[in-house]
């Protein structure tokens, strides 16, 4: 209780002295040993004092097991579809890889005692009830009451204590106390490291809008001052048509702008469809990497549907980095009956368009001129597809995706190292780039359940990835098509 002599306190603080109260009021009814108190401080010292979540997973199982010999594993609920697994155990510490909870364990939103376990979930700080709770006849009803008052669906995992043949019903009470503390904790450290995970999502995308729509829009610019140009030249015609005095040099004046204006019409038209072609192109990435789902959930969300990855992602693609890489004086190199051995994948046809979007541009930036094997010189670059048994797992089929550029080959640990985020490849610092490009591909094709890489060849380098095929697709009947 508040002692009698002490200060009034300011009406701002009367919800937290009520809580603070009730805190009091609770402690006398515990009545816990100084052992016990112990307990739960050097839990709480421990938890400031260790901020990895892995070290917070030993506390949880290290702080049982040496003040009180109690042997205990630490289950947590998967983020993804909420399975529970084992995380950390009395026995190895944490797991490297978390293991399926097995017989006795499941998700629970009432403590159990099965197979001489004692089970107790852990709830998540801001769904469970706050501590004011009547003691009725035994403590142990008072934990039972407190269970119920968690909605379901708010178990972050599950705490079990071995042995409860040697625990008695203050014992239980306690350890079902403790396991709130871990809640508590366990929720404020998974609410940091996601709001962590959508700072670190929302800088990536602000490189992908930079690299993907920002830098490609300025070709707006040059379009239009193409356009600029053209009217320009068609307002110089209309004056020397002002300008003609003599009814003899009106014929072939007019036939000679006859033809300058058909030409300008032509310009103009090829410059309309480029604008247009251009359009098509950036709003597709904007719509892909603007998404709604990418804020809410924090990371970039697919949205997949069947697609011929050649001619609805490849050729648009190229077409669009034409211009870009005939001014390089490289050639394009296309594979032989592509189109008729294609099958549709499930992709994300907006955030694949970007994929092949990065591949093309650093092909413009990057391809060299080589002597082939039969002394030819030779600029260019080539794509193509294969087969690939035993991908993801064995027995199953993917396709990998190449993008092949003439030029010196690199090293292959070098060349998949760029594949990381704001790496660039030896002497490219003089060129324009962040070394974002390849570490976006790799986050793409990952969340498709692929795999990206490098490799050196004779002739240069190929950059690829590889796409699972469809379960209802695993025949096996894809030909290889290298380039």
């Known amino acids: 209780?508040?002692?009698?002599?002490?200060?009034?306190?300011?009406?701002?603080?009367?919800?937290?002295?009520?809580?603070?109260?009730?805190?009091?009021?609770?402690?006398?009814?515990?009545?816990?040993?100084?052992?016990?108190?112990?307990?739960?401080?050097?839990?709480?010292?421990?938890?400031?004092?260790?901020?990895?979540?892995?070290?917070?997973?030993?506390?949880?199982?290290?702080?049982?097991?040496?003040?009180?010999?109690?042997?205990?594993?630490?289950?947590?609920?998967?983020?993804?579809?909420?399975?529970?697994?084992?995380?950390?155990?009395?026995?190895?510490?944490?797991l490297e890889e978390p293991e399926p909870a097995a017989y006795p364990v499941h998700v629970s939103e009432s403590a159990y005692?099965?197979?001489?376990?004692?089970?107790?979930?852990?709830?998540?700080?801001?769904?469970?009830?706050?501590?004011?709770?009547?003691?009725?006849?035994?403590?142990?009803?008072?934990?039972?009451?407190?269970?119920?008052?968690?909605?379901?669906?708010?178990?972050?995992?599950?705490?079990v204590v071995r042995g409860n043949d040697n625990l008695d019903e203050?014992?239980?009470?306690?350890?079902?106390?403790?396991?709130?503390?871990?809640?508590?904790?366990?929720?404020?450290?998974?609410?940091?490291?996601?709001?962590?995970?959508?700072?670190?999502?929302?800088?990536?995308?602000?490189?992908?809008?930079?690299?993907?729509?920002?830098?490609?829009?300025?070709?707006?610019?040059?379009?239009?001052?193409?356009?600029?140009?053209?009217?320009?030249?068609?307002?110089?015609?209309?004056?020397?048509?002002?300008?003609?005095?003599?009814?003899?040099?009106?014929?072939?004046?007019?036939?000679?702008?006859?033809?300058?204006?058909?030409?300008?019409?032509?310009?103009l038209r090829n410059d309309y469809l480029e604008i247009v072609k251009h359009h098509a192109h950036m709003t597709l990435f904007i719509e892909s990497l603007f998404r709604r789902e990418h804020f809410e959930q924090g990371h970039l969300v697919l949205r997949p549907k069947r697609c011929f990855i050649e001619k609805e992602v490849i050729i648009p693609q190229l077409e669009h980095y034409a211009a870009r890489l005939a001014a390089a004086k490289i050639s394009v190199d296309r594979p032989m009956n592509m189109d008729k051995e294609e099958i549709p994948i499930m992709v994300d046809i907006g955030l694949l368009a970007q994929v092949y979007a990065n591949l093309f541009s650093n092909a413009a930036k990057y391809t060299r001129e080589i002597t082939d094997y039969r002394g030819h010189r030779r600029k260019a670059v080539a794509y193509g597809r294969e087969r690939v048994d035993n991908f993801p797992v064995p027995g199953q089929y993917g396709i990998k995706f190449n993008v092949f550029t003439t030029g010196p080959s690199m090293d292959p640990a070098?060349?998949?190292?760029?594949?990381?985020?704001?790496?660039?490849?030896?002497?490219?610092?003089?060129?324009?780039?962040?070394?974002?490009?390849?570490s976006f591909i790799r986050h793409v094709v990952e969340m498709h359940g692929g795999r990206v890489g490098y490799e050196a060849t004779r002739e240069g380098n190929?950059?690829?990835?590889?796409?699972?095929?469809?379960?209802?697709?695993?025949?096996?009947?894809?030909?290889?098509?290298?380039?």
């Open 1 to 94: 209780m508040i002692a009698p002599n002490s200060p009034s306190l300011p009406a701002d603080f009367s919800a937290i002295a009520r809580r603070i109260q009730d805190k009091v009021e609770s402690y006398e009814r515990y009545n816990f040993s100084q052992g016990r108190n112990d307990f739960l401080k050097a839990f709480f010292d421990l938890a400031q004092e260790f901020d990895l979540l892995e070290d917070f997973y030993r506390i949880c199982v290290a702080v049982p097991l040496t003040m009180a010999s109690i042997a205990c594993d630490l289950y947590i609920c998967r983020e993804q579809d909420g399975a529970l697994e084992l995380v950390c155990s009395c026995d190895c510490g944490v």
């Open 113 to 159: 005692v099965e197979a001489g376990c004692f089970v107790v979930p852990v709830f998540s700080r801001h769904i469970l009830k706050q501590d004011s709770i009547i003691v009725t006849a035994s403590q142990l009803d008072l934990w039972n009451g407190l269970e119920s008052a968690a909605p379901h669906g708010h178990v972050l995992g599950m705490f």
């Open 170 to 267: 203050n014992d239980r009470f306690f350890l079902g106390k403790y396991a709130n503390r871990i809640g508590y904790n366990l929720d404020t450290r998974l609410i940091a490291r996601q709001n962590v995970a959508r700072l670190n999502f929302i800088n990536t995308l602000v490189l992908d809008i930079e690299h993907n729509v920002i830098v490609p829009n300025m070709y707006f610019r040059h379009l239009f001052n193409q356009l600029n140009k053209r009217i320009a030249m068609l307002n110089q015609q209309r004056r020397r048509l002002e300008e003609l005095s003599s009814p003899e040099e009106i014929p072939e004046a007019c036939r000679q702008c006859a033809r300058e204006l058909h030409e300008i019409e032509q310009s």
């Open 414 to 438: 070098e060349g998949n190292r760029l594949f990381l985020e704001g790496t660039r490849g030896e002497g490219d610092t003089d060129l324009p780039g962040s070394g974002h490009g390849l």
């Open 462 to 483: 190929n950059f690829y990835f590889i796409l699972p095929l469809p379960p209802g697709d695993q025949s096996g009947e894809l030909f290889p098509i290298h380039f």
